[in-house]
């Protein structure tokens, strides 16, 4: 019979150093890929320490939510799987079968344990890191500098709230020169946003769209610091009336590129959808002003404001779409019935 496996052991401290540690390299390694001459490989490595350091502070927290180390280890630890048995009177009892596992807990794992514990982080921004995280992954380091300059920006929060706040320590003190770089990189960042912010103030962008210009990335880089192209301005162009030729200049990267596509491309990938997963479209072409920004459900477009005028088939109140409009407030079905009855008639 083989050897039963010990139970693994946690090393609370051992965490935390490990977490401070994989933190500052993530910090060091966006130092290096950020300067001219740098190494954009360099970008990739600053993504996944800084993502782990967060998850070990966060699996190192939840440790030290008990004061019994075998508590921390089955906290931290994956546990066995749990099976139904019978239990001899015609009933079923749950039973965990095996040991617990080597590997630690996941993103999802850590959140259930925040839960229970009342343990308060912004998991909406963790999970946007995480899939940033996910994304760089299979891109060429090249061209993530500035995907890798918002990560840094938007940790930077999370961070200063979670080791105050949940830790009770000084930011400054456990992590030193790191804190200080993040810190100066962060205010760049939050005082870049406003300014473009502002300029885009007098670039008259579709109203419906101001949340799409937000989610554009530079192609480039894919930094979202983008600002008016200042040639565009003085030229007395608008977003909403020249989208041909109205261009966004990136704060990061220097690239130049036109504003329209990248707005619309963000809004299209927010409706992705999956037709194999019984998916339907939920955005469309606009018959109007022909961009890919009519909302169907919404029935209306996020760039030149147009509206159905039918909504609903006068005779079966089935709802219409853009294709329906010349069919004078019928559905396909009932105009093509009372063509038919005109015909015969």
Not at 85 to 103: L, Y
Request: include cysteine; hydrophobic fraction near 35%; glycine fraction near 6%.
């Amino acid at each position: 019979m083989a050897p039963q496996r010990p139970m693994p052991r946690l090393d609370a401290a051992k965490l935390r150093e490990n977490a401070l540690t994989s933190i500052r390299l993530g910090v060091e390694d966006f130092e290096r890929c950020r300067h001219p001459g740098g190494d954009p490989a360099r970008a990739l490595s600053a993504i996944r320490n800084l993502f782990a350091g967060v998850l070990l502070l966060f699996k190192y927290k939840i440790a030290t939510c008990v004061d019994d180390p075998a508590d921390a280890d089955a906290l931290i630890f994956n546990p066995p799987e749990v099976l139904p048995h019978s239990d001899g009177d015609g009933g079923i009892e749950w039973v965990p079968v095996g040991k617990f596992k080597s590997t630690t807990i996941d993103v999802v794992t850590i959140q259930k344990r925040f839960e229970a514990f009342e343990i308060d982080v912004d998991w909406a921004v963790i999970e946007k890191l995480q899939a940033c995280r996910n994304h760089l992954e299979h891109l060429h380091p090249a061209h993530t500098l500035g995907e890798v300059a918002d990560f840094v920006a938007e940790l930077f929060p999370v961070l200063r709230d979670f080791i105050q706040t949940e830790l009770e320590e000084s930011p400054a003190a456990i992590l030193g020169d790191a804190w200080q770089l993040m810190l100066l990189h962060h205010n760049f960042f939050v005082d870049t946003t406003k300014r473009c912010e502002d300029a885009w103030s007098d670039a008259c962008v579709p109203e419906g769209m101001e949340p799409w210009l937000e989610e554009s990335k530079c192609p480039e880089c894919g930094s979202t610091l983008l600002a008016p192209a200042q040639e565009s301005l003085d030229a007395g162009d608008t977003v909403e009336h020249n989208d041909d030729r109205f261009k966004a200049t990136c704060i990061a990267c220097g690239y130049t590129a036109l504003i329209a596509p990248l707005m619309v491309d963000a809004l299209q990938q927010a409706h992705s959808y999956d037709p194999r997963d019984g998916d339907e479209p939920t955005l469309e072409d606009c018959n109007q002003c022909g961009r890919g920004a009519f909302l169907i459900h919404e029935q209306s477009c996020l760039w030149c404001s147009a509206e159905l005028e039918y909504t609903e088939c006068k005779i079966c109140e089935e709802s219409l779409g853009q294709d329906d409009q010349d069919n004078g407030g019928l559905c396909s079905y009932h105009a093509y019935s009372y063509e038919k009855f005109m015909r015969e008639d």
